[in-house]
Structures are given as C-alpha cells and as structure tokens.
C-alpha cells in the first residue's frame, strides 16, 4: 500500500531512524523529512491538493522558531481551507 510520510523533526538522528524502520516496514512509503516546521509549511503550501496532503505526520513538538504546535495551527488552516474547496 502507497502512503505519504511527513517528518518534520529537528534532530537528524530521528531522521534516520523513521527511515530505517519505514524501508524494512514498507518500502512503499513516500517520506518527505524537514529539519525546520516552516520549510514543511511552505512545502505543504507548494503542493496544496487535498489528494497529496500527508497520509501521516510525525512532528516533533519542542523546535526552534515554529514549534510543532504553531505548524498544526497552520496545517488545520490549510486542511479546512482545502475540504472547502474539493466539495
């Protein structure tokens, strides 16, 4: 089964080890890994179809300057944005 993986986490050792455990899981999974929730944003915003949003998510809350919960703030905009539009 094909899915979309979102990472979003400031420490390359956490990087590293989703990536390790999705390819031996499936290695069907598209992973798209940022160090920084912004450059995720903007990303997001580049590929704004509701159909290639993420399928998962795995975000660090505690970053430097966009913490994981101003990016879910900014990603719930987006979303409910995008379900006005596909209907």
């Given at each position: 089964?094909?899915?979309?993986?979102?990472?979003?986490?400031?420490?390359?050792?956490?990087?590293?080890?989703?990536?390790?455990?999705?390819?031996?899981?499936?290695?069907?999974?598209?992973?798209?890994?940022?160090?920084?929730?912004?450059?995720?944003?903007?990303?997001?915003?580049?590929?704004n179809t509701?159909?290639?949003?993420?399928?998962?998510?795995l975000l660090?809350?505690?970053?430097?300057?966009?913490?994981?919960?101003?990016?879910?703030?900014?990603?719930?905009?987006?979303?409910?944005g995008l379900?006005?539009?596909?209907?």
């Amino acid at each position: 089964m094909h899915f979309k993986l979102l990472i979003i986490d400031d420490d390359p050792v956490h990087h590293k080890l989703v990536e390790m455990v999705v390819k031996k899981s499936n290695p069907l999974v598209k992973q798209t890994a940022f160090f920084e929730a912004s450059d995720a944003f903007c990303y997001i915003l580049k590929n704004n179809t509701f159909n290639t949003l993420p399928d998962i998510i795995l975000l660090d809350l505690e970053m430097p300057l966009v913490t994981g919960w101003g990016f879910l703030e900014l990603f719930e905009i987006i979303t409910q944005g995008l379900e006005k539009t596909s209907t």
